[in-house]
Structure formats: structure tokens, C-alpha cells
């Protein structure tokens, strides 16, 4: 199972796009890639409030792998179902391992997250934060908004147009700050991301509810 | 005399419009409205009801009924993907049929299967327990 994580990891991987809790009974897997930073994901939803997850962090660095794994507890913290627009506040609090060349150090994933959206427009703000027991590793904080060109029923092919900026701050490499316009595409239970940034780097994601 | 002929004329006037009212409904497909229990949490056993259909005898009695279908208007689904939650747990009903997801309305209909139903509070849970705020059953089924 680790290795199956491990290698759809490498090629795949995210955080700052998807819902860490979806309905009662659900399975989902999450992917975000991008050459700085990607992240994998598996959940599964207990509860519409509460589900339990695996995470795998990849973070490239020139000097030695840096990678992270976690289980976490996702919770919906808040939910608004409106007559036309539902909002959410999401928390996710993980244990794991981070490891950084030779080193490996027990750490923490802990991430907040704010979306809004109806069925034209879409918003989202999320902070990500992964700490050793020595530092802060990875500090990501992700704010986005959409459009949907055209209003799908819900058996439709579904478009969104997303523009989304990323700070990531990975420890002894600084800070790194991106806008990436995307693309989403969904249909069903598949969702498809991809975008390339204003600094040339290519990203995708995806999710699967099962 | 005159009386008695009035008297004839209205109950028979009143059950022709009954009776024509009854076939507009049809062809409108409108059919019984849900009896949906509003406590409780076990499967509805449907109502009892008298069945008026030309070229069929009344039957002695009392028959039961289910309702065919139920729609249940959802707040908070504007979401396709996440809607996927509602359509997947009724569609795991034992009772349910089939299942169709209207964005444009928010709502859901659902199609029992022949001569069963869920109640109010199993449509309710499934809704919540997607998490969308039920807002009840449309009159018109």
C-alpha cells in the first residue's frame, strides 16, 4: 500500500483545491503536481463532517529528497447550504514522518481551509503547514477563484476557468510565489485539472470520489 | 318532485367532475401524493386509499397504496461533484429505483421501486448525511 502511495505520488500529488471531507461513505483520491510541490491524498468520509486521511508530500530539493507522510483527521468545521451557494470551513490535523536526506523526524500536518462557491463562480483560500520536530518545513498558502463559462446541468461536462495563487515557503530553499490559470474539467465523480504558471511551470490535479 | 331531480343532477354533476378531474391528473402524471411519516425512522408501509379508474370495479375495502415517486428539494447543491453524495446513498436504498439530480431546481427525484417508498426522516438522513440541508417533499409527485 505504501509503495502503491509512494509511486502514484511521484507522478502525481496537492493540497488548496479539493474538499478533505465529502459525503458519508466516500472514498477520494486527490492529486496536485507541480515541480515544487506535490501532494496525494486518500480519504475516507465517515461522516459529511469528519473523515480520516493518508497524505504524501513530495517537495523537490537539489541538495536530498525531501518528503513528508501523514495521517491526518479531516473535519468540516462549518458549512453553509444557502438558497444558491454553499460555503465550507475545513480543518485537517495530521502525524507523520518527514524525511530530509538521511533524516527523519516525527511531524505535523495541519491545514485550514476556506471555500465558497454557486454554480458560476467559485472561491477558495487555504494554509497548509508541515513542522518537524526541529522547524517549520513547509508553510503553503493557496488562494483561488473560478468562473464557469457556461451553467452545466448535472449530467454535463462541467468547465471551470480558475486562477490561482500559491506561496509555498520550504525550509532553507525561501519562498516561492506563483499564479497559475487552470483549467477544470469534471464530469461525474472525475475531476481534471491543469494549468501552467506565469514561471512556466506546469501543474495538474485530480480528484476521484468513489 | 323537482327536488329529488335537483338533487340527482348535482350528485351526478359532482361525480362526473370528480371523475374528469381524476383523468386530467393522470394525464398530467400526477399520482397520489407521498404519505410520509414525519417521526420515526422505519420504512413507510404506504396509506390506505379508495382507487377510482373507469372500466375497474371498486374494490370492496381498503387498498394500499405507495407513492411511485417522491421530490425533494435540497438547499446547498450547487455543487455537481458533491451532489454525487445523494445520488449514490438513495441509490443504495433497497427501496429506491432510480434517482435524477436537478441542479437548476435543487432538487432530486426519487423512483421507488413497485410498492414500496422510504419515509420522510430516511429521505431526510440521506440528504443531511450528504451533507445539504433538506427542505421537504414538493407537493406534486
Same mark, same amino acid.
Given at each position: 500500500? %505504501?509503495?502503491?502511495?509512494?509511486?502514484?505520488? +511521484?507522478?502525481?500529488? @496537492?493540497?488548496?483545491?479539493?474538499?478533505?471531507?465529502? /459525503?458519508?461513505?466516500? =472514498?477520494?483520491?486527490?492529486?496536485?503536481?507541480?515541480?515544487? #510541490?506535490?501532494?496525494?491524498?486518500?480519504?475516507?468520509?465517515?461522516?459529511?463532517?469528519?473523515?480520516?486521511?493518508?497524505?504524501? /508530500?513530495?517537495?523537490?530539493?537539489?541538495?536530498?529528497?525531501?518528503?513528508?507522510?501523514?495521517?491526518?483527521?479531516?473535519?468540516?468545521?462549518?458549512?453553509?447550504?444557502?438558497?444558491?451557494?454553499? @460555503?465550507?470551513? %475545513?480543518?485537517?490535523?495530521? &502525524?507523520?514522518?518527514?524525511?530530509?536526506?538521511?533524516?527523519? !523526524?516525527?511531524?505535523?500536518?495541519?491545514? +485550514?481551509?476556506?471555500?465558497?462557491?454557486?454554480?458560476? %463562480?467559485?472561491?477558495?483560500?487555504?494554509?497548509?503547514?508541515?513542522?518537524?520536530?526541529?522547524?517549520?518545513?513547509?508553510?503553503?498558502?493557496?488562494?483561488?477563484? @473560478?468562473?464557469?463559462?457556461?451553467?452545466?446541468?448535472?449530467?454535463?461536462?462541467?468547465?471551470?476557468?480558475?486562477?490561482?495563487?500559491?506561496?509555498?515557503?520550504?525550509?532553507?530553499?525561501?519562498?516561492?510565489?506563483? &499564479?497559475?490559470?487552470?483549467?477544470?474539467?469534471?464530469?461525474?465523480?472525475?475531476?481534471?485539472?491543469?494549468?501552467?504558471?506565469?514561471?512556466?511551470?506546469?501543474?495538474?490535479? %485530480?480528484?476521484?470520489?468513489? | 318532485?323537482?327536488? #329529488? /331531480?335537483?338533487?340527482?343532477?348535482?350528485?351526478?354533476?359532482?361525480?362526473?367532475?370528480?371523475?374528469?378531474?381524476? $383523468?386530467?391528473?393522470?394525464?398530467?402524471?400526477?399520482?397520489? =401524493?407521498?404519505?410520509?411519516?414525519?417521526?420515526? $425512522?422505519?420504512?413507510?408501509?404506504?396509506?390506505?386509499?379508495?382507487?377510482?379508474?373507469?372500466?375497474?370495479?371498486?374494490?370492496?375495502?381498503?387498498?394500499?397504496?405507495?407513492?411511485?415517486?417522491?421530490?425533494?428539494?435540497?438547499?446547498?447543491?450547487?455543487?455537481?461533484?458533491?451532489?454525487? @453524495?445523494?445520488?449514490?446513498?438513495?441509490?443504495?436504498?433497497?427501496?429506491?429505483?432510480?434517482?435524477?439530480?436537478? #441542479?437548476?431546481?435543487?432538487?432530486? #427525484?426519487?423512483?421507488?421501486?413497485?410498492?414500496?417508498? !422510504?419515509?420522510?426522516?430516511?429521505?431526510?438522513?440521506?440528504?443531511?448525511?450528504?451533507?445539504?440541508?433538506? =427542505?421537504?417533499?414538493?407537493?406534486?409527485?
Amino acid at each position: 500500500m %505504501y509503495k502503491f502511495i509512494f509511486i502514484i505520488s +511521484l507522478c502525481a500529488a @496537492g493540497s488548496g483545491w479539493a474538499h478533505p471531507v465529502s /459525503f458519508e461513505d466516500s =472514498k477520494g483520491v486527490m492529486g496536485y503536481h507541480s515541480p515544487v #510541490l506535490s501532494h496525494f491524498q486518500l480519504n475516507y468520509s465517515f461522516r459529511h463532517w469528519f473523515a480520516v486521511g493518508v497524505h504524501h /508530500f513530495d517537495i523537490p530539493d537539489t541538495r536530498a529528497n525531501r518528503f513528508s507522510n501523514f495521517v491526518s483527521t479531516n473535519f468540516l468545521l462549518k458549512r453553509w447550504n444557502g438558497p444558491s451557494y454553499q @460555503g465550507n470551513i %475545513y480543518a485537517v490535523l495530521g &502525524v507523520g514522518q518527514s524525511k530530509f536526506g538521511d533524516t527523519s !523526524l516525527g511531524a505535523t500536518l495541519t491545514k +485550514l481551509q476556506f471555500d465558497i462557491e454557486d454554480r458560476q %463562480y467559485y472561491f477558495l483560500t487555504s494554509y497548509s503547514q508541515i513542522n518537524s520536530v526541529r522547524e517549520v518545513e513547509l508553510q503553503d498558502l493557496v488562494v483561488r477563484a @473560478g468562473v464557469a463559462p457556461y451553467v452545466a446541468s448535472y449530467k454535463d461536462i462541467h468547465s471551470w476557468l480558475i486562477l490561482e495563487w500559491r506561496s509555498n515557503n520550504v525550509q532553507q530553499q525561501g519562498a516561492f510565489e506563483d &499564479v497559475t490559470p487552470f483549467l477544470r474539467i469534471f464530469y461525474k465523480n472525475l475531476l481534471f485539472e491543469i494549468g501552467q504558471s506565469f514561471n512556466g511551470l506546469t501543474r495538474f490535479n %485530480y480528484i476521484a470520489h468513489f | 318532485m323537482k327536488m #329529488l /331531480f335537483t338533487l340527482i343532477f348535482v350528485l351526478n354533476w359532482s361525480l362526473l367532475a370528480k371523475e374528469s378531474d381524476s $383523468h386530467q391528473k393522470a394525464e398530467l402524471g400526477i399520482t397520489e =401524493k407521498p404519505q410520509m411519516s414525519h417521526q420515526g $425512522h422505519g420504512e413507510h408501509k404506504g396509506h390506505k386509499g379508495h382507487k377510482h379508474k373507469e372500466g375497474h370495479k371498486m374494490k370492496a375495502g381498503l387498498e394500499k397504496m405507495t407513492p411511485s415517486q417522491a421530490v425533494v428539494k435540497v438547499q446547498g447543491m450547487v455543487c455537481a461533484f458533491c451532489a454525487q @453524495g445523494i445520488e449514490k446513498n438513495f441509490k443504495k436504498k433497497n427501496e429506491v429505483s432510480a434517482v435524477e439530480v436537478d #441542479l437548476d431546481k435543487m432538487q432530486v #427525484l426519487i423512483k421507488f421501486k413497485k410498492g414500496q417508498s !422510504l419515509t420522510e426522516a430516511s429521505i431526510k438522513e440521506v440528504v443531511t448525511g450528504a451533507g445539504f440541508q433538506y =427542505k421537504g417533499l414538493k407537493d406534486a409527485q
